[in-house]
């Protein structure tokens, strides 16, 4: 089955679990393109992390279907991989069937145990029918028998980035959850959500799209990748700081390879992703969040904005959009992202949970 | 279980937050989880003329300045607040706006800042001495480092101020 890139933070969370016959407290981020689930062990949080895609095949010896999930299925399988969260919740019944079934293998690989308070990390979309099929999805999951509750993943995320605790539930302030399918800003006062805003256009997976056409025209229609292949190299070679020109190689559809260099397609669509966020927030959300808050708006612009999720990852982006929102705004502003934006949401859950737990909340 | 996460229990993740023992979940059954915020926070309207000044600001402004307007009228004389009225309505304004200020700047900010309102005729010296005394049961620890009020924070004060006057006139 799949080997996951589950690891121990040994440092980061105080709890006590079996022992003591409480449920363990366990954060739950179903992403569009990244499962993570955060689990306590010994002393520290164990996370898996998973890429939310499945490819099923036929055993030549039994003839059973078997099922392969995350990277395995997506490097083994990439002509008929699926992910089944590709706009962030399930579209439909059978996306619904799908995402159960992957979660279902994620939870048997890792021994998720089941007597379990379970937080799950859920985008704040418009999308009552995505909503449904994903309850579906949790309801038949066989984790979260003590406890179910779900939270804004922006909320989630945002708790690694503003202590070791739950400072972010007793605090005021804007965050900036920087998605693979949504851009979605927040102001949370006190745990509550405040003018929940949320756009499909500024997105992570459009940076994908952008940098395939990108490499399609630096190389003058030489070189045509898929998105799989472009968040790769967003992923990887993505950098602010200090980006550097890589090279590839294709194999071509006659025989021989062609070998080639990118020096400006990932960074122009990183570039441009930045500038199109700092507009949705400086003339979308913020204008709206000052007309309805006045006093959150002044506080929360006095304080560092948090930026979460895939996107925050890329190194440098952090203090990209500080500067230019800073220049937006004609005024300063600091920005902070938890130390891992891809796992903050589900730590964050995870944390929630874990005091929930020792809350008797279940 | 409702999973939309626009629907959680504020009051159970504040609580949660805080370490406070919650009741069990079957005690719970058939609580109502919304919560409301009566005391504040004006009404929806968006701003969406675009200038050269940051389109922020500028709804932050209008938004003050919309509200105080509908406050002002006749009868408006200095200092504007001259005693705090006896209301819930008005005990919850003025803890957020306490609160507000202190989270910006500090306790000894905030003392400051009563004490300038005073000389401008905002506040009436019996306003003043009662908003100091309700200062002193403000948690002062999570002001933001190193900042100060700025204009800006004075006119939210000015809008908390007009607010409370209005409460006093009726």
Not at chain 1, 340 to 351: E, I, L
Not at chain 2, 70 to 84: C, I, K, Q
Request: aromatic share 6%; charged share 30%; with cysteine.
């Amino acid at each position: 089955m799949s080997e996951d890139d589950a690891e121990s933070e040994a440092d980061e969370t105080d709890d006590e679990t079996d022992t003591t016959g409480e449920p363990t407290p366990i954060g739950v981020k179903l992403g569009s393109t990244r499962t993570v689930i955060a689990i306590p062990e010994d002393g520290g949080l164990r996370t898996i992390k998973t890429l939310t895609c499945l490819a099923t095949y036929e055993d030549v010896i039994t003839g059973e279907e078997k099922v392969l999930y995350g990277e395995e299925a997506a490097t083994e399988y990439p002509d008929r991989v699926k992910y089944t969260l590709r706009s962030g919740l399930p579209e439909d019944e059978a996306g619904a069937e799908l995402t159960a079934t992957f979660f279902e293998e994620v939870i048997e690989a890792n021994d998720v145990p089941e007597d379990s308070a379970v937080v799950y990390a859920i985008p704040t979309i418009d999308n009552e029918r995505g909503l449904e099929n994903l309850q579906s999805v949790i309801e038949g999951s066989r984790i979260g028998e003590a406890l179910i509750r779900s939270y804004p993943e922006s909320l989630c995320g945002s708790v690694p980035a503003m202590g070791d605790d739950l400072q972010a539930v007793d605090d005021i302030f804007v965050t900036v959850n920087m998605g693979s399918t949504n851009l979605e800003a927040s102001a949370y006062r006190r745990g509550e959500q405040l003018v929940p805003f949320t756009t499909g256009a500024v997105t992570g997976n459009e940076v994908d799209r952008m940098i395939a056409n990108y490499v399609e025209e630096e190389t003058q229609g030489r070189v045509n990748i898929d998105n799989t292949t472009a968040r790769e190299y967003k992923e990887e070679h993505a950098d602010f700081v200090d980006f550097e020109p890589f090279t590839d190689v294709i194999q071509q559809p006659g025989g021989g390879s062609h070998e080639f260099t990118i020096e400006r397609s990932v960074m122009d669509a990183v570039d441009e992703y930045v500038d199109d966020v700092v507009e949705e927030i400086a003339n979308a959300f913020l204008p709206e969040l000052a007309n309805d808050y006045i006093k959150v708006y002044k506080l929360a612009l006095d304080r560092p904005i948090v930026l979460t999720g895939g996107m925050a990852c890329i190194p440098g982006i952090v203090e990209e959009f500080e500067e230019r929102l800073s220049e937006e705004l004609q005024r300063e502003v600091e920005a902070v992202a938890p130390d891992d934006p891809a796992t903050s949401a589900a730590v964050g859950a995870q944390r929630i949970a874990q005091r929930l737990v020792d809350a008797d909340a279940y | 279980m409702a999973i939309d996460p626009r629907n959680y229990d504020v009051a159970e993740l504040r609580a949660a937050g805080s370490g406070e023992p919650l009741p069990r979940q079957e005690e719970r059954v058939g609580e109502d989880a919304s919560e409301t915020d009566a005391a504040s926070d004006a009404e929806s309207g968006r701003e969406t003329e675009r200038t050269a000044r940051p389109t922020a600001t500028v709804a932050f402004e209008t938004s003050i300045a919309r509200d105080l307007a509908a406050l002002d009228g006749e009868g408006v004389e200095r200092p504007y607040l001259s005693a705090l009225p006896a209301s819930l309505v008005a005990e919850g304004l003025i803890f957020e706006w306490l609160e507000f200020l202190s989270m910006q700047a500090g306790r000894e900010t905030v003392a400051d800042a009563l004490a300038f309102y005073e000389r401008v005729g905002w506040l009436g010296a019996d306003a003043t001495e009662a908003l100091d005394r309700y200062l002193s049961g403000i948690d002062g620890s999570r002001a933001t480092e190193g900042n100060d009020l700025d204009p800006d924070d004075h006119r939210v004060s000015l809008h908390y101020i007009a607010r409370l006057a209005a409460l006093s006139r009726r």
